[in-house]
């Protein structure tokens, strides 16, 4: 287990077919959605760009579970 802030978001719906693509820019399950798929690909930038980690879990028709762990060493920046 990684030390640090986990905060899970995590949903009963209709799960992703391929979570492996979510968060590549324009990916969108369903065509015919409203909507730009650009959202997680946008928030994956962020991630890079910081000390956290993203672990994205889903299974289809069963639902997802999207964990973001913000790392000891961020937090102890932020707070030193």
């Known amino acids: 287990?990684?030390?640090?802030?986990?905060?899970?978001?995590?949903?009963?719906?209709?799960?992703i077919k391929h979570p492996e693509k979510i968060t590549n820019?324009?990916?969108r399950?369903?065509?015919?959605?409203?909507?730009?798929?650009?959202?997680?690909n946008i928030v994956k930038s962020i991630v890079d760009k910081s000390d956290i980690t993203m672990d994205i879990q889903s299974t289809y028709l069963k639902g997802?579970?999207?964990?973001?762990?913000?790392?000891?060493s961020l937090l102890i920046d932020k707070v030193t």
């Open 1 to 15: 287990m990684i030390l640090g802030v986990h905060y899970t978001i995590q949903d009963y719906g209709q799960g």
């Open 25 to 27: 820019r324009y990916y």
């Open 29 to 40: 399950e369903q065509e015919n959605k409203n909507g730009f798929g650009i959202g997680m």
């Open 64 to 72: 997802t579970t999207v964990t973001y762990i913000f790392n000891k």
